[in-house]
């Protein structure tokens, strides 16, 4: 049973804001006589064509994905007016996500008032526009499609007519978004205020809105995605470990327990997150919203802004106090916070293992990270089931051969950065998981396995970890330190992994997790959840203060949730004080623990 996307929709409050976005999708965007740009991802009906949004700070835009698992998915549509008849240059701003002597797989044509383009698109390597033909529009309403020639994940951001030859569109990534913007005439983006904004809808941002919500803030929730929950979602479908602290009954009406990998009660669960959250009226969601750029004022966060997924449409929201629970510190890097990303040296803050030496932690830092998994399912049919050979995925999947996954196919490496390379680390596991499965189907005994389900968002474990006045190590766990300003509890083993290959292993994207049981439970302080540098910014999650091997238990989504009540409850404390999140730490951090339900002597 899928959750329909519309069942999740609710319109976040713009109130007393005009907006003078044109709409490409009936009218498209034109700057005049000669030239029309159309998004692909504001296509009016997307067939099978998946909005993917995932690496906007890499290539500049969500983009149109044809994730067929194989099978070519059905064409996206749309309609469009030129306001003059004549011979159009086409430009298609796509990729050839896996170039090589092979034809490139995720290879598409478009379909132009019914006449298919002879020119083959998706083959040429790099995020840039390729050139077609030149073709003929009418005057007035013209008809255009995508057609998938593959099934396997050919991509479509852009399609661009222009009447004048020496009208080529720009490639760099900043004078693109300008150029865009322009013609598409979003001239100033719609407003909202609110005492909490909150950068993503994990469980930590889900748990930071509610607890704010429920204490009266004014709150905004910006997601990048169309389901909330993050890494719990349906889209990326990982359950919720950990244990609640005091905060069981906010997470209980976001958590995803340990059902099987996209059976019923995982879905249930996801509609029980949906629900609590859409009917908490002080929580305005911004579905399908991908903050993409911070303003700053004094130092402070002034506001963020952020650009539709499925439309040209941007909107900047501002508050008195925001939360980073993007999992990547998107905001505080953007704000100008401190990071770090990779794993510390070993001394640096004692976190050696010698039983594991380099593989937990490294003589000299270094740049290595938990990896990005894509998940999948297989099933077995009653019938024998083909599917494609798959040649451009040999040089990854080599001859692997496992009908059915797990969590362990995770995939990182010292040369690939988990945020700048995002999506080469997925398009790497889209090979692992098609050309492992095309083996599989080499076997006659695995004639009716089927694949069933293939994520195409992947799910990140680990990369930005933001500086806040507190770092939190692997002592910290293994003494159980209680501080001060204990904010979250936790019992759950510290879990590292490292990539099998580092051991000789034949294929380089399947891991192995290093446990480190503990006989106590440990806490976090509300310091690690705070940027040491950004007055009003908090960050609740996988990019709390931590170190590499601090972050190796509490990274799971019960513990980051809890971060998020922490953050959100902290939130309220700020506005009733005035003061900012150090200023709660200082002067009103027994506060925060009687709100989270600490109680005085726990200690
Ligand atoms: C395969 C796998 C198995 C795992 N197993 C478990 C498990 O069994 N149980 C468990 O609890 N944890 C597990 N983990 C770990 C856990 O899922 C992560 O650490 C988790 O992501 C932490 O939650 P988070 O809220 O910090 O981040 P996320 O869940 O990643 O949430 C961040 C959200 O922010 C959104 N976002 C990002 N950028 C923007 C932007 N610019 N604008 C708006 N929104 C944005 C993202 O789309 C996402 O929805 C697993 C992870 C993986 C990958």
Request: contains cysteine; glycine residues 8%.
């Amino acid at each position: 049973m899928m959750i329909q996307r519309r069942n999740f929709l609710k319109v976040a409050s713009l109130t007393g804001v005009s907006s003078v976005f044109i709409n490409s999708l009936s009218a498209a965007s034109n700057d005049g006589s000669t030239s029309i740009l159309l998004d692909a991802v504001s296509f009016k009906d997307k067939g099978g064509w998946k909005v993917d949004p995932q690496f906007i700070e890499q290539m500049g835009s969500p983009y149109l994905l044809a994730h067929g698992m194989g099978i070519p998915v059905a064409n996206a549509k749309t309609t469009f007016t030129a306001s003059e008849a004549g011979d159009y240059q086409l430009w298609v701003r796509t990729k050839d996500w896996c170039p090589g002597a092979w034809e490139a797989p995720g290879r598409f044509q478009l379909m132009v008032n019914g006449k298919l383009v002879e020119t083959l698109f998706g083959t040429e390597a790099g995020w840039n526009w390729q050139k077609g033909i030149k073709l003929p529009l009418k005057s007035g309403e013209n008809k255009i499609e995508l057609v998938d020639l593959t099934g396997f994940e050919g991509r479509c951001d852009a399609i661009y007519f222009t009447k004048n030859e020496a009208d080529s569109p720009p490639s760099e990534l900043k004078e693109l978004r300008i150029w865009r913007d322009k013609k598409h005439g979003v001239k100033a983006p719609d407003k909202g205020e609110y005492d909490l904004v909150i950068a993503g809808a994990g469980i930590a941002g889900c748990g930071a809105a509610l607890a704010a919500a429920e204490k009266g803030l004014k709150v905004a929730l910006i997601s990048n995605r169309p389901v909330l929950g993050g890494n719990s979602s349906s889209e990326i479908r990982v359950h919720t470990l950990g244990i609640h602290g005091k905060v069981s009954r906010i997470l209980k009406k976001i958590d995803t327990k340990h059902w099987r990998n996209g059976s019923k009660e995982a879905y249930a669960d996801e509609k029980k997150r949906h629900e609590n959250m859409d009917n908490e009226e002080n929580i305005s969601i911004f579905y399908d919203y991908s903050v993409d750029t911070v303003n700053m004022q004094d130092g402070m966060i002034a506001s963020l802004e952020a650009r539709s997924n499925v439309s040209p449409k941007r909107v900047i929201i501002s508050g008195k106090q925001y939360i980073d629970s993007t999992g990547d510190g998107l905001v505080g890097q953007k704000a100008g916070a401190t990071s770090r990303y990779g794993r510390e040296a070993k001394d640096e803050f004692n976190e050696a293992w010698d039983k594991h030496g380099d593989l937990w932690s490294p003589k000299v830092k270094d740049k290595r990270t938990m990896g990005t998994t894509v998940m999948w399912n297989s099933m077995k049919s009653d019938k024998a089931e083909t599917f494609p050979a798959t040649p451009w995925a040999k040089d990854v999947a080599k001859s692997y051969a496992e009908p059915t996954s797990e969590w362990y196919w995770e995939y990182s490496s010292n040369d690939k950065h988990q945020i700048h390379d995002a999506e080469d680390i997925r398009d790497h596991m889209f090979r692992a998981v098609y050309g492992n499965f095309s083996n599989v189907k080499m076997n006659p005994l695995n004639a009716k396995y089927k694949l069933e389900w293939v994520a195409y968002i992947g799910g990140k474990r680990e990369s930005r970890r933001l500086l806040g006045d507190y770092i939190y190590t692997m002592s910290d766990i293994t003494n159980s330190t209680y501080f001060e300003d204990t904010v979250v509890e936790e019992e759950r083993e510290i879990d590292a992994h490292y990539q099998k290959a580092l051991k000789g292993y034949v294929v380089d994207f399947i891991s192995k997790a290093i446990f480190y049981r503990l006989k106590k439970h440990y806490y976090i302080p509300f310091r690690s959840l705070y940027s040491k540098e950004i007055p009003n910014l908090m960050m609740a999650g996988r990019c709390f203060s931590c170190s590499h091997i601090g972050l190796c238990g509490p990274r799971v989504m019960n513990t980051t949730g809890q971060m998020g009540i922490a953050c959100g409850y902290a939130a309220t404390l700020c506005v009733k004080h005035n003061t900012n999140p150090r200023g709660v730490y200082q002067k009103h951090i027994k506060e925060l623990r009687t709100l989270i339900g600490f109680t005085k002597d726990e200690a």
